[in-house]
């Protein structure tokens, strides 16, 4: 699941409307924070193969190494679980390259739901192998497989890549609502800026220094705080940075959320 536990509470909330029962057991959560997946949603299930898996994928995710017989050696291990051998429907999100492997491994249905570019952390030798197995899962055998895109620029690079538009099924955050509804605090009141050294990197210091004159002349009086989510920096009553994971229960008290994001998806298009 990595930090987006999106396509598991959309499957879950469209089966309860349809009155289906689901049981859920989540595999792979290596990354970037499992403890929050286990202390705030109770996913703490663990295989081997599969954590292996994911994690040789994360290690090498800016540049891959990998063989394919490497994975399919693991994930074919892996499918030998009891979670697995008794699952009715297979959900995978990340990486792709391993969600595509794993479905030429079982004729399990399996959904796919991609956030991320579909050659992304895939050796260059290996990216049209890739291409090719996810035009297949779209156009062989719909009813045993089908892939899902957040967004509509994903949706459009699949549809220029595999040559077949998938489904684009935006997030609505509904595992968040596990933690309880926005609960402000209303005190000592904070906005969340997301992933700010993480798009902005090396300039990341100079940007917030400029976000903080903004304050300095727009925020006085008053005790609102920008909170920097990933930036290590002294705080000041005004800004401050935040570099230690947290659950959905300490975000609700904030006031509000601007969240970053880095286009990395153009980098990886053939």
């Known amino acids: 699941m990595g930090s987006n536990?999106?396509?598991?509470?959309?499957?879950?909330?469209?089966?309860?409307?349809a009155s289906v029962t689901v049981d859920t057991t989540v595999l792979g959560t290596t990354y970037p924070f499992p403890e929050i997946m286990c202390e705030s949603f109770g996913h703490c299930a663990k295989q081997v193969h599969l954590d292996?898996?994911?994690?040789?994928?994360?290690?090498?995710?800016?540049?891959p190494t990998w063989e394919p017989a490497q994975l399919l050696d693991l994930l074919s291990k892996g499918l030998q679980d009891a979670a697995l051998i008794q699952s009715d429907l297979l959900l995978c999100a990340q990486p792709m390259a391993l969600c595509s492997f794993l479905r030429s491994l079982t004729e399990k249905p399996i959904l796919?739901?991609?956030?991320?570019?579909?050659?992304?952390?895939?050796?260059?030798a290996y990216r049209h192998l890739l291409l090719v197995q996810l035009r297949e899962v779209q156009v062989?055998?719909?009813?045993?497989?089908?892939?899902?895109?957040?967004?509509?620029?994903?949706?459009?690079?699949?549809?220029?890549?595999?040559?077949?538009?998938?489904?684009?099924?935006?997030?609505?955050?509904?595992?968040?609502?596990?933690?309880g509804r926005y609960q402000p605090d209303r005190e000592?009141?904070?906005?969340?800026?997301?992933?700010?050294?993480?798009?902005?990197?090396?300039?990341?210091?100079?940007?917030?220094?400029?976000?903080?004159?903004?304050?300095?002349?727009?925020?006085?009086?008053?005790?609102?705080?920008?909170?920097?989510?990933?930036?290590?920096?002294?705080?000041?009553?005004?800004?401050?940075?935040?570099?230690?994971p947290f659950g959905y229960a300490e975000l609700r008290r904030y006031r509000g959320a601007v969240a970053g994001h880095t286009d990395r998806s153009r980098r990886s298009t053939p």
Request: positive net charge; proline residues 6%.
């Open 5 to 17: 536990m999106e396509p598991l509470s959309l499957v879950e909330a469209c089966l309860k409307k």
């Open 52 to 63: 292996q898996a994911v994690r040789l994928l994360v290690q090498q995710m800016y540049r």
């Open 112 to 124: 796919l739901y991609q956030a991320f570019p579909l050659v992304g952390a895939t050796p260059m």
């Open 140 to 179: 062989a055998n719909p009813r045993r497989s089908a892939l899902v895109a957040y967004s509509e620029f994903l949706a459009q690079q699949v549809q220029r890549q595999t040559g077949q538009r998938p489904l684009c099924l935006r997030p609505h955050s509904l595992y968040a609502l596990g933690a």
């Open 188 to 244: 000592h009141p904070r906005i969340l800026l997301g992933r700010m050294a993480g798009w902005a990197r090396n300039s990341a210091g100079a940007a917030v220094r400029l976000i903080e004159a903004f304050a300095e002349d727009m925020l006085r009086p008053g005790q609102l705080r920008l909170v920097f989510l990933g930036l290590h920096r002294e705080s000041t009553d005004l800004v401050a940075g935040l570099s230690r």
